[in-house]
């Protein structure tokens, strides 16, 4: 949390690639204490774990993570697909590699196979969304933060999954109101939903300009909700 309250960015300067360093097929940061510990998925918005203005808030919530004990697993469904964004990615595709990166994490010798959650931005939330609906038993991660979700499709799923659904007010590029059918569906112990009051698309982006004067139709940064979220995303992860 320290990076959002002080706004100082900690960036590890890492390429994306489609295949991870040692022939790995994700790239992954290990605590150094020994043991099996907890993981952490993340699954970037449409333009992958790209920098905005300078600013990676993935390589920012990693770096937070893998300090706290966190094995982290990079979701690079754009660049493994050559891609520069997800214009030409489908969610069942997105879905598939969550999907995959969680059973080839249960398998990691330093990782707790009981303790695999996920976090997903943007098209990546729906990606989430996506492959909890995909799950199969037992499910191959148990916790899922979605960050403002493209919800167009999504639907109850019936895996042992508990989610956390932060969402902004003001967001015009993934409509919150489209989150309500799954919201409604789902038993409030399953599935938390969070609207944090005049947040825009990607709100926790500190690279973004302040949503307040940004026009209708373009993401922006607020740093109430982006504080919010986190401290929120933090503790339903413990």
């Not at 790995?24 to 920098?51: H, K, M, N, Y």
């Not at 919201?183 to 609207?195: F, H, N, Q, T, V």
Request: aromatic residues 8%; contains cysteine.
């Amino acid at each position: 949390m320290t990076r959002r309250l002080a706004g100082i960015a900690v960036v590890l300067c890492v390429w994306s690639l489609p295949v991870a360093a040692g022939g790995e097929p994700f790239r992954t940061l290990l605590p150094a204490e020994s043991g099996p510990r907890p993981a952490i998925l993340l699954v970037p918005g449409c333009s992958g774990f790209a920098a905005t203005s300078g600013v990676n808030l993935y390589e920012e919530s990693a770096t937070e993570l893998h300090a706290a004990g966190y094995v982290v697993v990079f979701v690079d469904y754009v660049a493994r697909r050559m891609q520069g964004n997800c214009a030409h990615v489908s969610q069942a595709e997105v879905s598939a590699d969550i999907l995959e990166a969680a059973a080839w994490a249960r398998t990691q010798p330093g990782v707790d196979p009981r303790r695999i959650s996920v976090i997903g931005w943007s098209y990546g939330a729906g990606g989430v969304l996506a492959a909890l609906r995909a799950m199969p038993a037992p499910p191959a991660f148990t916790k899922a933060v979605l960050y403002y979700p493209v919800c167009r499709g999504a639907a109850r799923w019936s895996a042992a999954v508990t989610g956390l659904m932060l969402l902004g007010e003001r967001d015009d590029i993934a409509f919150p109101d489209l989150c309500s059918a799954v919201g409604k569906a789902m038993p409030p112990e399953r599935l938390r939903m969070i609207m944090y009051p005049g947040a825009r698309h990607g709100f926790d982006m500190r690279g973004l300009p302040d949503g307040d004067r940004q026009p209708p139709g373009a993401p922006g940064y607020n740093a109430d909700a982006a504080i919010a979220s986190w401290t929120a995303a933090l503790e339903f992860l413990k």
